[in-house]
């Protein structure tokens, strides 16, 4: 073969080459981290304008985005902030939800559900009524566009977890469909404990009514002490702990209840009972 054949292909594979570099360059450089910025700034804002004009819609979502701007800077896998950062946000989000919900005073339970209708299937929400007597929303009221209810009174907020939960069900690659739990439980269990090292182990298991998690060393262990005596969030729970009650209401698209949440600060165990509820439509 001549020379200049060759030299012609070298500087094709070598253009190639270069292309390639640049499109995993791209890829690398994690879109989530301009996003992280953009929500951090939009929360922000929101925040400002909700304490200048007094609007809790506004407070409600500010906080939720600013938080989760944070988290989303956090778990780049090409780039970490301490964790004293993220501990600061998540610790003022959650404080802020409790100091919102005690002003509007509702008596009820917070409850996780996620609505079998088209527009929210996999979307999961905390729905507080003015009293547990009360009946509970329908699909159609909780899949709506808003925050507050009057007919009965009742507020609606995304959980801390949801975001998290979003994270774990990409890796779960199991249908919400064939309504195996087992499968499900296990799946968790090496998702939290091994591709997120999120616990250092992790075990879930429990009925159609009834399910116990019993897990040690998480992330998320420091915020057990901010929500435990709280009125509301010892019921909304953890981010860890949320994002798997918005699991298990994605899974069963039945009301989830966070029973109780009771940690050994020994040997750092963390139990959470978790109450399954049928919610007929």
């Known amino acids: 073969m001549s020379e200049e054949p060759m030299l012609d292909e070298l500087k094709t594979l070598e253009s190639e080459r270069d292309e390639l570099k640049q499109e995993l360059s791209r ?105 547990d007597n009360d009946e509970f929303l329908s699909d159609e009221k909780i899949s709506e566009n808003i925050s507050f209810y009057n007919n009965p009174p009742a507020v609606k907020i995304t959980p801390p977890g949801f975001y998290l939960s979003e994270i774990l069900k990409s890796e779960l690659k199991t249908s919400f469909s064939n309504n195996d739990s087992k499968i499900l439980y296990e799946k968790l269990e090496k998702i939290l404990v091994e591709t997120y090292e999120i616990a250092s182990s992790y075990k879930m298991q429990g009925d159609n009514s009834l399910v116990v998690v019993d897990m040690k060393n998480t992330y998320f262990d420091k915020f057990i002490d901010i929500i435990k005596d709280k009125k509301y969030l010892k019921y909304i729970g953890d981010p860890l702990t949320s994002a798997i009650a918005c699991i298990l209401t994605t899974f069963t698209h039945n009301i989830v209840l966070i029973k109780s949440i009771t940690t050994n600060y020994n040997d750092k165990n963390t139990k959470i009972v978790y109450q399954i509820q049928r919610h007929n439509n």
């Open 27 to 131: 890829i690398k450089r994690k879109p989530q981290g301009e996003v992280a910025y953009i929500l951090l700034a939009l929360g922000l804002i929101l925040l400002s304008l909700a304490i200048f004009h007094s609007h809790n819609v506004s407070a409600f979502i500010g906080i939720a985005i600013t938080f989760w701007g944070a988290l989303l800077l956090y778990v780049k896998p090409t780039k970490f902030i301490r964790m004293e950062i993220l501990e600061a946000s998540i610790a003022g989000y959650l404080n802020n939800v409790e100091i919102l919900l005690n002003k509007m005073n509702l008596r009820g339970t917070p409850k996780y559900y996620s609505p079998r209708t088209l527009e929210a299937y996999r979307n999961a929400y905390v729905i507080i009524l003015n009293d």
